[in-house]
């Protein structure tokens, strides 16, 4: 097809356009961290940028160089020595934030505990001689596979006070998957518990470790905390209580000094294909990161009290949870459990009161509470909220505009961030108090960060679709997929020269605003047109009868490609074959008749993984006709037996 400009097509073609426009108030403005002239005084030079940001923290030898860069390989703050615990804990210790609440703790069953920054710092201290004690040293791998306990972030701060690299695996994942991340990093020592609470029930993460450890020899210790009073089988030799090690230890512990490039941690993420890639984060350019978009993105303060919903076995608890709002000293609230459990208001019960001001969750989580209605955050009081966020996905206008309506009371700012765990950080996004904000739109990249909207070819696409792509290092980049360099350079490194590929389609506007499309492989190609599934989606759900949406292509004769929806309806609305039609001629009117979909179908539930992405590969699997593809991530695989019977029955 013809693009506007009548050349050939970019790459995607952009179909929904979102008017909506949303201004800072002055008030937030006059107190945010962020003005106007970052932006400028960042493009003057990115590395000064990042080098007077790397300044704020803590080192224990200055760097000789801001960075060195060789495509794809990135050193930033050569030289330069730290640990990051010191910026983390110490720091605070001794600038008078001593017993500040570093965290207010709360279990799903209602236990709560409140974990000052000295009490942490004794704990990471004692916990990092138990572990010195059963011989981990740096450069050592230690896996981890934890509910969201505060031990998880003891456990992963102990490791980084002498060096060693943690991993942590969600602890959602089956024992075949903590198994398999296992073996890739060699790990000597396993961190775990008894179990965890979800949802009412028991995770039995001992018993799931002990499956996955019949077939890791590396692993030569275990460390149990004692979450509950959960049964559970207990190798004498090779497994330790928390408790009675932490007994014995020592409250001191000198934080180990390492280079700004040594390894940090390595967080497993899955690829389209193939065995989850362990991806490689190092010190210094990682901190850095994470610390400046805390103080910028989520514009903390003082008197703050910052909750990110996710959990800390996804990226967003490791940089948004750990690492950011600790080297920012704030205030945190950390949730163990679900947000309806024991009922749909959970998490405005918490944030009403703890006084949360600052909230960062995902489009799925907003999703949910719009299907289960205003009527459960309008019980509480929410007016300490002054800023929210949203990660993961594109969020549709809609969710976002219930977002700020119904949880933001029409005055908190919205930062809609883009990033990824390769990123380690938010890269594209609002800067609260400076950027007027679009339902929808990520906006624009963060101060320092240069991204574009590139073709095939890698020819720049100024305004409507393509391929978006991260042209200049950043501090939290990748530094590799742990034992495998060639995936590395193949997955992010070979579309383009020297360019880095994150592997999301993306359109950008005339007011330079990025609007993310999803993965690439989430783009249907009919009848000429590529169509991104997530902007039919945005159209269904926009309906009145549809709560959630997910759009797949499948093989057609003439077209390709054609589109099939699963919908999820809400309210009273029952599934036949006006509301179908009905459907179909709603995408055709707001999209144009290109993108209505040959297929309506109904799914009470969709299949979401465990972090609650769709995973549409597999409604393509059913849609096909194909045998179901992998499900092991799935958070419920019973969802999709359920929709592939209503598919056949249609
Ligand atoms: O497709 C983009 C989507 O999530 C992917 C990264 O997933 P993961 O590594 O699991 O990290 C998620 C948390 C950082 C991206 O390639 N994504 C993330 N944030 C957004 C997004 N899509 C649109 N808008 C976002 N704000």
Not at 396 to 411: C, F, S, T, V
Request: charged content about 25%; glycine content about 8%; proline content about 5%.
């Amino acid at each position: 097809m013809l693009s506007k400009k009548g050349t050939k097509a970019a790459t995607i073609d952009t179909l929904l356009t979102e008017k909506r426009k949303f201004k800072p108030s002055s008030s937030f403005a006059r107190q945010a961290n962020a003005k106007k002239s970052i932006y400028t005084t960042a493009k003057k030079d990115y590395v000064k940028f990042w080098e007077n940001l790397a300044s704020e923290l803590v080192w224990k030898k200055k760097w000789k160089k801001g960075l060195t860069w060789k495509a794809p390989d990135a050193k930033w703050f050569v030289g330069g020595k730290l640990n990051v615990t010191e910026s983390c804990l110490d720091r605070h210790i001794e600038e008078g934030r001593k017993n500040q609440a570093a965290f207010i703790w709360e279990g799903e069953p209602g236990d709560r505990r409140t974990l000052t920054y000295y009490e942490l710092y004794k704990q990471v201290c004692k916990f990092a001689n138990v572990l010195k004690s059963l011989g981990i040293r740096k450069g050592d791998r230690v896996a981890i596979y934890l509910p969201m306990i505060p031990e998880l972030v003891i456990s992963m701060l102990a490791c980084a006070r002498i060096g060693a690299i943690h991993s942590v695996v969600f602890g959602g994942f089956s024992p075949e998957s903590l198994r398999d991340r296992i073996l890739d990093l060699e790990a000597k020592l396993l961190i775990t518990a008894d179990g965890g609470y979800r949802r009412g029930q028991i995770i039995p993460l001992k018993h799931d470790a002990d499956v996955a450890l019949n077939e890791c020899p590396s692993v030569t210790d275990v460390i149990i905390i004692k979450r509950g009073d959960f049964l559970l089988r207990f190798k004498e030799g090779r497994d330790h209580w928390y408790h009675r090690m932490m007994q014995e230890a020592d409250a001191h512990c000198p934080p180990v000094s390492v280079d700004s490039e040594h390894p940090l941690f390595i967080l497993y993420t899955s690829g389209t294909t193939g065995k989850p890639k362990g991806i490689m984060h190092t010190t210094g350019g990682y901190l850095t990161g994470v610390y400046a978009t805390t103080k910028y993105v989520f514009d903390v303060k003082g008197d703050d009290v910052f909750w990110c919903t996710a959990d800390i076995g996804w990226i967003t608890g490791h940089s948004y949870i750990v690492y950011g709002p600790m080297a920012m000293g704030v205030t945190q609230v950390m949730y163990e459990g679900a947000p309806d459990w024991p009922d749909k208001d959970r998490f405005w019960q918490i944030v009403e009161d703890y006084g949360v001001s600052v909230f960062y969750t995902a489009p799925t989580a907003i999703r949910a509470f719009m299907k289960w209605g205003e009527q459960f955050p309008r019980k509480h009081d929410l007016s300490t909220l002054r800023l929210l966020g949203t990660v993961g996905e594109p969020i549709n206008p809609e969710a976002w505009m219930w977002y700020y309506e119904h949880i933001g009371n029409k005055k908190c700012p919205i930062v809609d961030t883009w990033w990824q765990t390769e990123t380690g950080h938010i890269l594209i996004t609002p800067l609260p108090g400076v950027t007027a904000t679009k339902p929808g739109s990520a906006t624009r990249p963060f101060p320092g960060i240069e991204a574009k909207i590139l073709d095939e070819q890698g020819r720049e696409i100024k305004e409507g679709g393509g391929y978006l792509a991260i042209t200049k290092p950043w501090p939290g980049m990748l530094r590799g997929i742990w034992g495998d360099r060639k995936r590395f350079i193949e997955t992010y490194w070979s579309k383009w020269d020297g360019i880095y590929f994150p592997g999301d389609g993306a359109k950008i506007d005339k007011d330079k605003y990025f609007w993310i499309l999803g993965r690439v492989d989430d783009v249907i190609n009919t009848a000429g047109h590529r169509i991104s599934t997530m902007e039919v989606e945005s159209a269904l759900v926009e309906h009145n009868a549809v709560v959630e949406a997910a759009v797949v292509g499948i093989p057609h004769e003439l077209k390709g490609q054609c589109l099939v929806a699963f919908v999820t309806l809400g309210g009273e609305t029952t599934f036949d074959d006006i509301i179908s039609r009905q459907l179909r001629d709603f995408v055709a009117r707001k999209i144009g008749a290109i993108a209505r979909p040959e297929r309506i179908i109904n799914a009470p539930e969709l299949p979401k993984t465990r972090s609650g992405k769709i995973m549409r590969r597999l409604l393509r699997d059913i849609a096909t006709g194909k045998l179901l593809g992998d499900t092991t991530t799935l958070a419920d695989p019973d969802v999709l037996a359920r929709i592939q019977r209503r598919y056949e029955e249609d």
